[in-house]
DNA sequence: CGGTCCGTTGAGAGTGATCAACGTTAGTGG
DNA sequence: CCACTAACGTTGATCACTCTCAACGGACCG
């Protein structure tokens, strides 16, 4: 089975000679099983993580162990980035399932910079992608409900799972428990079971055992409090390499 | 004067070659004035900016208008990346202050990128960095009281001015609103009031007209949830460029 | 001098937190 | 297949941090 490559060519497709690149990633394979810990907040940055298949997360830790969710990973999501940047990694990469991820060292991120402008490109739009999926989730977390943000939240996976291919009927897989989407979302387990219970009450959502079904998808966007952003796609790429601007 | 570069020169001291690309972008030099709009959120993306001189910020909007500033930016800082990877401008950028910034159109970010690998990962790593700086706002945000955040918050605003050079004294220039603080943390003003007014009350912060001091730093973090990410420097571009994994 | 923006303060309300208990499910080992 | 256990979901009662609404004072600016 190819591995989910659809986050790297998004904003540029790909060349045969890039996708030898990235495919070379792929050959050496790791699956780790539901909630071990890929690489925790403090240890050395030897490279970063691609996650072939299952969930993964990203977390922060505040000195008195609460614990900040900051990204939900789904397959083809590059892991672990943002800790390139500092003297030791600042956040914890978990499965939530069972994962397969593929470990890349920091030397091979170092060679596509020098091989591929396409890829350099295409990494450096995929960053800027998730620094407005952050920014989302702080407006969500700063200014609105608890409905308001597990809605989103909802909408936001079902997009994300829609574009990697494991949406069904509406239906989809849903292994996270009450506690994680309130550290995710900035609320008590408690209150998401309120919150959830509700939606589920209300004819939007149906949860049946590890899965969720948007009922009614116009009836849950008109919770939301903000439209999805709408990204650049191969435009991103040839705004930076055609030089459009005169 | 000397345009503040050090944001560029964090992850990678710059070459003669890399300080006339950057040189270039500071011929071109404009003014704003406080309060002006810089971009607008859904306006099309033609390029970024370089914050010479004052303070700017980025923000989103939601639906029913509510906002949530996102990043306050301060000189040195570029700005307006995030959206490169949108179809539209997905954040509004503001002059806080009268404000000198340079206008880099997205053709020359395309040159960085052929030319120059030290800038390309300067720039890579950069972006990194404020992906670690919205998901600390993000843990702020999500899991502090509204003391907690405050704290944070300033003794943030304290290091980044440090870093530039605008402190003296542990005293600095403090433009914002209360307001506009409480749109940055998820607060409304009057409760930032209140809890601005409680650190000045407990003689950990100073407060004179436009200016902040810091009266007791250690105080201070003792409020903080978190220490703050300590940044690879240099080590961060040698780990992506000279291969240093085995 | 008047207007507007901003900071300040008070009273009251509410969303979501906390605490606590119980039911349910899944996983484990006999 | 069942007993046992732990993790997770559910529910209720109570609490409190922060919001909302409202009013007033001061500073700055035209």
Redesign the interface.
């Known amino acids: 089975m190819q591995p989910p490559f659809h986050r790297f060519a998004e904003?540029a497709s790909l060349t045969c000679h890039d996708l030898e690149i990235v495919g070379d990633w792929s050959a050496n394979q790791r699956i780790m099983a539901r909630n071990s810990t890929i690489r925790r907040e403090g240890e050395p940055?030897?490279?970063v993580f691609f996650l072939v298949a299952g969930w993964a997360s990203?977390s922060?830790?505040?000195?008195?162990g609460?614990?900040?969710v900051?990204k939900v990973h789904l397959p083809g999501d590059l892991m672990g980035?943002?800790?390139?940047?500092?003297?030791?990694a600042?956040?914890t990469l978990e499965a939530i399932t069972d994962a397969t991820i593929c470990f890349i060292?920091?030397?091979?991120?170092?060679?596509i910079?020098?091989q591929s402008?396409r890829l350099?490109?295409g990494?450096?739009?995929?960053?800027?992608?998730?620094?407005?999926a952050?920014?989302?989730?702080?407006?969500w977390?700063?200014?609105?409900s608890a409905q308001e943000r597990v809605s989103a939240f909802i909408l936001d996976l079902y997009d994300r799972l829609d574009a990697a291919g494991l949406v069904k009927d509406q239906n989809f897989n849903f292994p996270l428990t009450q506690q994680f989407i309130g550290?995710l979302?900035?609320l008590t387990s408690v209150h998401v079971n309120r919150t959830l219970r509700r939606l589920d009450a209300t004819g939007l959502i149906v949860r049946t055992r590890g899965q969720l079904r948007i009922a009614d998808p116009d009836g849950l966007r008109a919770l939301t409090?903000?439209?999805p952003?709408?990204?650049?796609?191969e435009?991103?790429w040839l705004?930076?390499?055609?030089?459009?601007?005169d």
């Open positions: 904003f940055v030897t490279g990203s922060v830790m505040l000195r008195d609460r614990r900040q900051v980035f943002p800790s390139l940047a500092l003297a030791a600042g956040e060292p920091n030397a091979s991120l170092g060679k910079f020098e402008l350099t490109v990494l450096f739009l995929s960053t800027q992608k998730e620094r407005v952050l920014m989302q989730g702080l407006s977390v700063g200014t609105t550290e979302l900035g409090p903000q439209q952003p709408k990204f650049a796609g435009t991103g705004r930076l390499c055609r030089g459009t601007a």
